[in-house]
């Protein structure tokens, strides 16, 4: 396994398949042949010494939904971004409100994520579970009268 390693990333040269060891090529178990792959799908044709990784956005997205019809919006949001901030608090029905929170723990619970009440009225965090909510986002929150623990 250690030669496989140090093969992938150039320390070592391959070895031919057929004179590795004392087996005959013919006899070689299937399972134990390794072929490297000539797919380049993770290279680009721009310039392939350039790595994009993408910045951590530390800001709360806020969705504040009326209906469920608007589930859609927050669940593109869930996936987009590290931290959002579901409110609820103007879904007046009951079932509707528990449909909702349903979805959206299904969401987290697939995506690694975490779920955390900061209103009691109606205000959720859905955080991956990489991401923490910054002091300044917090105090934000709390200004917009989200936050409330």
Same mark, same amino acid.
């Given at each position: &396994?250690? *030669?496989?390693?140090?093969?992938?990333?150039?320390?070592?040269?391959?070895?031919? /398949?057929?004179? %590795?060891?004392? =087996?005959?090529?013919?006899? +070689?178990?299937? +399972?134990?042949?390794?072929?490297?792959?000539?797919?380049?799908?993770?290279? #680009? @044709?721009? *310039?392939?010494?350039?790595?994009?990784?993408?910045?951590?956005?530390?800001?709360? =997205?806020?969705? +504040?939904?009326?209906?469920?019809?608007? /589930?859609? #919006?927050?669940?593109?949001?869930?996936?987009?971004?590290?931290?959002?901030? &579901?409110?609820?608090?103007? =879904?007046?029905?009951?079932?509707?409100?528990? %449909? /909702?929170?349903?979805? !959206? #723990?299904? &969401? !987290?619970?697939? &995506?690694?994520?975490?779920?955390? /009440?900061?209103?009691? @009225?109606?205000?959720?965090?859905?955080?991956?579970?990489?991401?923490?909510?910054?002091? @300044?986002?917090?105090? %934000?929150?709390?200004?917009?009268?989200?936050?409330?623990?």
């Amino acid at each position: &396994m250690f *030669n496989k390693f140090l093969i992938l990333i150039g320390l070592k040269q391959t070895e031919n /398949i057929e004179t %590795r060891g004392n =087996v005959p090529a013919n006899s +070689a178990n299937p +399972a134990e042949k390794v072929i490297p792959s000539s797919d380049t799908r993770f290279s #680009s @044709d721009i *310039n392939d010494s350039e790595v994009t990784v993408h910045s951590v956005s530390e800001e709360v =997205v806020i969705k +504040a939904l009326k209906s469920w019809k608007e /589930i859609e #919006s927050l669940g593109k949001s869930i996936k987009e971004f590290n931290i959002v901030c &579901m409110d609820i608090r103007d =879904v007046y029905d009951k079932n509707e409100r528990q %449909r /909702i929170i349903d979805f !959206v #723990s299904g &969401m !987290v619970h697939v &995506m690694n994520s975490k779920l955390r /009440i900061i209103n009691t @009225d109606g205000v959720y965090l859905i955080r991956k579970s990489e991401s923490n909510l910054t002091a @300044d986002e917090r105090n %934000r929150l709390e200004t917009l009268g989200l936050y409330k623990v």
